[in-house]
């Protein structure tokens, strides 16, 4: 019963990253899981929730369970072809695939290696995505039934190296055709700390190859209207004068902290991270902290006239100094407030030197 009910919490808690399936010792469902945020967004999850009671019985290896398996073989000497089975391997075949080409930057697989690379490698990924939903459970098929069915599917690739649908179907046909048969004996099970190792290697190497996807041939739009690659534009903030500031804000966080420790550390980190946004104040009205308050409300009225949104006609100039005003309105509330709060304050302290504030 503990089992049943710690799955069934685990699959409500983090079922959409597998975390019930690793508890029962279904490593590659879970990495399916995680891969694919619960089987297909969410539908393999719920399908657990009356599969789950079959899977603790199997992962418990009761009598029953054994004579259940036992007579499901003596009926059907191959397992017999299952729809969902045959859909999983086709969407982690297309997954792995078309991810595993994202990898490669637009310009790499135009010609010379990076052509060859982009008609050789997907169809590999594909074969270990239908070779992992193949060995689920109770069921097991070949590395080399998939990996032959999908380079069947290289001829397409040549002429179109984005044409990756039909590699899975492929490849989950000859693993279906011919490399299918029972688990007649479990696997051994390994120890549960090299289990989670695995399952965090690989696990970060599927991530890894999200973020090489995104960086290589993710693209960002600018307020101008102009498509910029991730790649540039993050080449492009290391050269800028914002990255060149926070370099040297944590150089000299790293120099307070050789010097005053831990606990004066974070006091500068609230400092440096602006939290109030004082310093974005400053900035936008253009005055220091020495600006006494009647200056601070001479910038402020002055920009406020400027930027009021009243002044524009074109709809857009309209907007953006809408925006402008409001940010200029909070930077003015924001000092207003933070140097009156600070004259209490020194009032209050002149009138009691000797009162500590805890």
């Not at 310093?279 to 020495?290: D, F, R, S």
Request: proline share 4%; hydrophobic share 40%; charged share 25%.
């Amino acid at each position: 019963m503990a089992w049943l009910t710690v799955s069934y919490v685990l699959w409500l808690l983090g079922g959409w990253f597998g975390l019930h399936h690793l508890y029962l010792r279904r490593d590659k469902q879970a990495f399916i899981w995680l891969c694919t945020f619960g089987g297909c967004f969410g539908l393999g999850w719920l399908r657990d929730l009356w599969r789950i009671p079959e899977y603790v019985e199997d992962c418990k290896g009761t009598e029953s369970n054994r004579i259940e398996f036992h007579q499901r073989v003596m009926r059907n000497p191959k397992p017999p072809f299952s729809i969902v089975r045959y859909g999983g391997e086709l969407i982690m075949g297309n997954l792995f695939g078309y991810l595993v080409l994202m990898t490669m930057p637009a310009d790499f697989v135009k010609e010379g290696l990076g052509n060859i690379l982009s008609v050789y490698l997907p169809p590999l990924a594909v074969a270990i995505g239908v070779y992992l939903v193949g060995n689920i459970g109770r069921e097991k098929v070949t590395f080399k039934s998939c990996v032959i069915g999908a380079y069947c599917g290289v001829p397409w690739l040549i002429k179109d190296s984005n044409n990756i649908a039909v590699v899975p179907l492929l490849s989950a046909f000859a693993a279906r055709w011919k490399g299918v048969s029972w688990r007649l004996h479990r696997e051994k099970q390994q120890r549960l700390p090299w289990r989670l190792l695995k399952f965090g290697v690989l696990s970060g190497l599927y991530y890894s190859l999200w973020i090489s996807a995104i960086y290589f041939n993710g693209s960002i739009t600018t307020k101008d209207g102009e498509t910029v690659l991730i790649r540039d534009a993050v080449n492009n903030f290391f050269k800028s004068p914002a990255w060149a500031e926070t370099k040297d804000s944590l150089w000299k966080l790293y120099e307070f902290y050789n010097i005053h420790g831990w606990h004066k550390l974070w006091e500068e980190l609230v400092e440096v991270f602006d939290p109030v946004g004082e310093k974005n104040a400053y900035k936008v009205l253009g005055v220091t902290p020495e600006t006494s308050q009647e200056e601070i409300t001479s910038k402020y009225r002055k920009l406020a006239r400027q930027w009021h949104p009243d002044k524009h006609k074109d709809p857009a100039k309209k907007a953006e100094a809408q925006e402008k005003f409001i940010e200029i309105q909070t930077s003015y509330d924001i000092l207003s407030k933070l140097k009156t709060r600070r004259a209490r304050k020194n009032k209050k302290s002149a009138k009691n030197p000797n009162h500590t504030e805890l």
